[in-house]
């Protein structure tokens, strides 16, 4: 399906995840100064991730009608799913990255894959996904807006994620610095490369810790 070029707040937002953190963040509401690692929340209408203390992503997204959703940190590995490469076809992705994120606005699948301009989104045929889920029932298990199923499949690879959508959108704002000329260059490869050997290793702890081997 075509896709568009996307813009907005979450993109400007991408480039705290590719530069270098400041010596002290602080929470987007309460503005107190926060640790390096701290929640993150995602402003459903404009997929905006900010960044918030503790007791603010609490009484935020407690709040009735908040526009603000806690982003998980949970990386899963989901080393069974099943998905032929006809399937794949079928979604019509241009490139062998993407994440699949469940819009509560728009009530359908999303589906983003990264490039040199930025992201690029597009909506994934219902009857495709239906087809996937079924095959799939952890896909039923994402928490719209916040969990994506996160896709690698380039250079052979076939890897499959339930992953925290600002992690997503973390590859997407990685892809988008280190981009060079046609086809990338070695070093954005480098950092693609770089990015999923950690989500690796963070999902096989996640899967010791929940005695999984």
């Avoid at 799939?136 to 925290?164: M, W």
Wanted: glycine content about 8%; aromatic content about 8%; charged content about 15%.
């Amino acid at each position: 399906m075509p896709g568009a070029s996307l813009s907005g707040s979450w993109v400007s937002q991408l480039r705290r995840f590719v530069s270098p953190p400041p010596a002290l963040e602080h929470c987007q509401f309460c503005h107190v100064a926060i640790a390096a690692k701290h929640p993150h929340l995602i402003e459903v209408s404009n997929r905006g991730v900010v960044c918030a203390c503790s007791d603010c992503a609490v009484a935020e997204t407690a709040r009735p009608g908040s526009p603000y959703r806690l982003i998980p940190q949970k990386i899963q590995l989901l080393r069974d799913f099943a998905i032929s490469d006809a399937q794949w076809g079928a979604f019509q992705i241009p490139i062998d990255l993407v994440f699949v994120f469940l819009d509560s606005a728009a009530g359908r699948p999303v589906a983003l894959y990264p490039g040199a301009a930025g992201a690029i989104q597009s909506l994934l045929g219902l009857e495709a996904w239906a087809e996937l889920t079924a095959s799939n029932p952890v896909l039923n298990q994402l928490q719209p807006d916040v969990e994506a199923l996160l896709v690698n499949r380039t250079k052979g690879t076939r890897e499959y994620y339930r992953a925290p959508i600002d992690r997503c959108y973390a590859l997407a704002g990685l892809i988008r610095t280190h981009w060079r000329g046609l086809s990338g260059g070695t070093a954005v490869w480098d950092h693609i490369d770089a990015y999923f050997a950690g989500l690796r290793d963070e999902a096989a702890a996640v899967g010791r810790a929940a005695g999984h081997d």
